[in-house]
Nanobody, 122 residues
Framework: QVQLVESGGGLVQAGGSLRLSCAAS????????MGWYRQAPGKQRELVASILSGGSTNYGDSLKGRFTISRDNAKNTVSLQMNSLKPEDTAVYYC????????????????WGQGTRVTVSS
């Protein structure tokens, strides 16, 4: 099995910054994509950013420029630097990863972390 553990959420004032981190552990052969999603109260979960093992990134609408995703392939970690935070960024942020485990012959499985809450006050 694979576990994803997030850290770094909390309360911050508008205009401030936070850095989220996520570490993957378990029976990991390789990780294809890692990413961050968020879900605000009453809204659907949405993509924040994702990054492939080669470094290619993808960002949700209007987030590039304020948010930066990075990963350390050797450590199986992914981070999200969030700057110029706005109250509308308030949400639970989830880490996810597309993982090929040691027991898999073909394909990959998607795993999710438990989520970390980010609250931006105005």
């Amino acid at each position: 099995q694979v576990q994803l553990v997030e850290s770094g959420g909390g309360l911050v004032q508008a205009g401030g910054s936070l850095r989220l981190s996520c570490a993957a552990s378990g029976s990991i052969s390789s990780i294809l994509a890692m990413g961050w999603y968020r879900q605000a109260p009453g809204k659907q979960r949405e993509l924040v950013a994702s990054i492939l093992s080669g470094g290619s990134t993808n960002y949700g609408d209007s987030l590039k420029g304020r948010f930066t995703i990075s990963r350390d392939n050797a450590k199986n970690t992914v981070s999200l630097q969030m700057n110029s935070l706005k109250p509308e960024d308030t949400a639970v942020y989830y880490c996810n990863a597309d993982v090929i485990t040691h027991s898999m012959v073909v394909g990959a499985a998607t795993y999710w972390g438990q989520g970390t809450r980010v609250t931006v006050s105005s």
